[in-house]
């Protein structure tokens, strides 16, 4: 029997792990020197924390089972609704603002497909109790920061403001739900669907018309002013876009100016209620959004007071996609730089003393385990790219010596064996291997 993967999972191996790593390490000093600090939260939630806002509807689309005490849980699919619960249970007495930063899986019921699975990863944050608009302002701009530090090619950063939408059908008597269902449709890009959505919800022909046209209005700062004129007669509307325009000032003082503004953002979560932002990257196709997050009230719906908190999450599987598609060079550390060899069977426990006592002074190193002929063992220490071998030979013992090959040039030279430690440790700074 073979058993399988589960659908939309994957194994990463070991090139692969080291180049995750080097990305995750990124982000975490940018955020970092955002004074965000890390959080870990479960794995699985209560189902309700998941259903509260978003209804029952959310079930098809999640993990959830009854555990054996016949609780109802749910494997996350994100982690927003997490860091508010961990908010609520934890931070409330917390100086504010507080900035916290996460990297975990989540998992969501999906069709899998390209850069779209069923177990995947969020480097995410979440900035809770500072208010608008300069929060999001350095939200995006760290969000900007971190896609220009790790050289991600054709990328754009799009703002929006669902203030102005909502704005629009809360005017029509749509709310809650109801409205939540337009915005889904608007995410989902379904034209046709919408048209019909709002016919059934008897929404004039001037604020369709409006909202037909506010969807498809992205562009540079120039169509704000189209924007004011078609939305002016709606206050709130109106006031959503004075919100924005002021974003966008903050912004450009972070030294962002490089965005779009796209009022066809309605994001696929239903929390949010002003700003909100994505990141794309077009070559990655259908699932080219690589990042999104926004302003989201989520600390009252579960029963806290009105916070305001905005975030958001790099899909980090996508990230790593968008990197590999534009063939970047990431950087990946050898695993050992020195394989300890004897040369004979007889001098197996004195290599693993060398190579205990290089590991004490921090080099990584590997020695021969299996017993093997020498020859299979260089061939062994040559495939994992190590810089240097040390051939343990009782010959050489006998005088106190070990040889050092480099295994770059084959040069070999006999090394007292109590200093051998020491001076690989400086050939490796030297050349900057360590
Ligand atoms: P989201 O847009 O649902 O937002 O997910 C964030 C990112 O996760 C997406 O932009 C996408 O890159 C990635 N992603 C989503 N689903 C999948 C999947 N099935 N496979 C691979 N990648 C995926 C959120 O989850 C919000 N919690 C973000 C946020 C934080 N908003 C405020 N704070």
Same mark, same amino acid.
């Given at each position: 029997?073979?058993?399988?993967?589960?659908?939309?999972?994957?194994?990463?191996?070991?090139?692969?792990?080291?180049?995750?790593?080097?990305?995750?390490?990124?982000?975490?000093?940018?955020?970092?020197?955002?004074?965000?600090?890390?959080?870990?939260?479960?794995?699985?939630?209560?189902?309700?924390?998941?259903?509260?806002?978003?209804?029952?509807?959310?079930?098809?689309?999640?993990?959830?089972?009854?555990?054996?005490?016949?609780?109802?849980?749910?494997?996350?699919?994100?982690?927003?609704?997490?860091?508010?619960?961990?908010?609520?249970?934890?931070?409330?007495?917390?100086?504010?603002?507080?900035?916290?930063?996460?990297?975990?899986?989540?998992?969501?019921?999906?069709?899998?497909?390209?850069?779209?699975?069923?177990?995947?990863?969020?480097?995410?944050?979440?900035?809770?109790?500072?208010?608008?608009?300069?929060?999001?302002?350095? /939200?995006?701009?760290?969000?900007?920061?971190?896609?220009?530090?790790?050289?991600?090619?054709?990328?754009?950063?799009?703002?929006?403001?669902?203030?102005?939408?909502?704005?629009?059908?809360?005017?029509?008597?749509?709310?809650?739900?109801?409205?939540?269902?337009?915005?889904?449709?608007?995410?989902?890009?379904?034209?046709?669907?919408?048209?019909?959505?709002?016919?059934?919800?008897? /929404?004039?022909?001037?604020?369709?018309?409006?909202?037909?046209?506010? /969807?498809?209005?992205?562009?540079?700062?120039?169509?704000?002013?189209?924007?004011?004129?078609?939305?002016?007669?709606?206050?709130?509307?109106?006031?959503?876009?004075?919100?924005?325009?002021?974003?966008?000032?903050?912004?450009?003082?972070?030294?962002?100016?490089?965005?779009?503004?796209?009022?066809?953002?309605?994001?696929?979560?239903?929390?949010?209620?002003?700003?909100?932002?994505?990141?794309?990257?077009?070559?990655?196709?259908?699932?080219?959004?690589?990042?999104?997050?926004?302003?989201?009230?989520?600390?009252?719906?579960?029963?806290?007071?009105?916070?305001?908190?905005?975030?958001?999450?790099?899909?980090?599987?996508?990230?790593?996609?968008?990197?590999?598609?534009?063939?970047?060079?990431?950087?990946?550390?050898?695993?050992?730089?020195?394989?300890?060899?004897?040369?004979?069977?007889?001098?197996?426990?004195?290599?693993?003393?060398?190579?205990?006592?290089?590991?004490?002074?921090?080099?990584?190193?590997?020695?021969?385990?299996?017993?093997?002929?020498?020859?299979?063992?260089?061939?062994?220490?040559?495939?994992?790219?190590?810089?240097?071998?040390?051939?343990?030979?009782?010959?050489?013992?006998?005088?106190?010596?070990?040889?050092?090959?480099?295994?770059?040039?084959?040069?070999?030279?006999?090394?007292?064996?109590?200093?051998?430690?020491?001076?690989?440790?400086?050939?490796?700074?030297?050349?900057?291997?360590?």
């Amino acid at each position: 029997m073979e058993i399988q993967r589960p659908r939309g999972t994957r194994d990463f191996l070991f090139k692969e792990m080291k180049e995750r790593k080097y990305v995750e390490n990124v982000l975490r000093r940018i955020f970092e020197i955002y004074g965000y600090s890390e959080i870990k939260t479960p794995i699985f939630e209560e189902l309700s924390l998941f259903t509260t806002k978003s209804g029952e509807g959310i079930k098809e689309q999640i993990y959830h089972f009854q555990d054996k005490g016949g609780r109802n849980l749910a494997l996350r699919p994100e982690l927003t609704a997490p860091v508010a619960r961990l908010y609520l249970n934890e931070l409330q007495k917390s100086p504010k603002p507080i900035k916290m930063y996460y990297f975990g899986s989540c998992f969501r019921y999906e069709r899998p497909q390209a850069g779209r699975f069923r177990q995947f990863w969020q480097f995410g944050c979440e900035l809770v109790g500072a208010k608008s608009p300069g929060s999001e302002a350095e /939200i995006i701009a760290m969000a900007a920061h971190c896609v220009e530090e790790l050289g991600l090619d054709d990328c754009e950063i799009h703002i929006g403001n669902l203030g102005i939408l909502r704005s629009i059908l809360a005017d029509e008597g749509v709310f809650g739900e109801k409205q939540d269902q337009v915005m889904g449709l608007i995410d989902k890009r379904d034209v046709e669907g919408l048209k019909s959505l709002l016919k059934d919800l008897q /929404i004039g022909s001037k604020s369709r018309n409006i909202l037909l046209k506010l /969807i498809d209005m992205v562009g540079h700062r120039e169509i704000l002013s189209d924007v004011e004129e078609l939305i002016k007669d709606n206050e709130n509307a109106y006031k959503a876009l004075k919100e924005l325009e002021e974003l966008l000032k903050s912004l450009e003082a972070f030294g962002f100016s490089d965005y779009i503004i796209n009022l066809g953002i309605a994001r696929g979560l239903d929390y949010y209620t002003g700003t909100v932002f994505e990141i794309y990257v077009h070559g990655l196709g259908a699932q080219k959004q690589i990042s999104g997050g926004g302003t989201y009230n989520l600390i009252q719906v579960f029963g806290g007071e009105k916070v305001e908190s905005t975030g958001f999450a790099f899909g980090f599987d996508r990230v790593m996609e968008a990197l590999k598609k534009q063939k970047a060079k990431i950087p990946v550390a050898k695993t050992v730089d020195v394989f300890v060899a004897p040369i004979k069977e007889d001098t197996k426990l004195k290599a693993f003393e060398i190579a205990q006592k290089l590991r004490k002074v921090g080099i990584s190193t590997d020695v021969d385990l299996t017993g093997r002929k020498l020859k299979k063992v260089l061939s062994h220490a040559d495939n994992l790219g190590t810089s240097y071998v040390i051939l343990v030979g009782a010959r050489d013992l006998k005088d106190g010596k070990v040889t050092v090959k480099n295994m770059k040039t084959g040069a070999q030279e006999m090394v007292d064996v109590d200093d051998v430690a020491a001076e690989l440790k400086n050939k490796l700074l030297q050349t900057g291997m360590i």
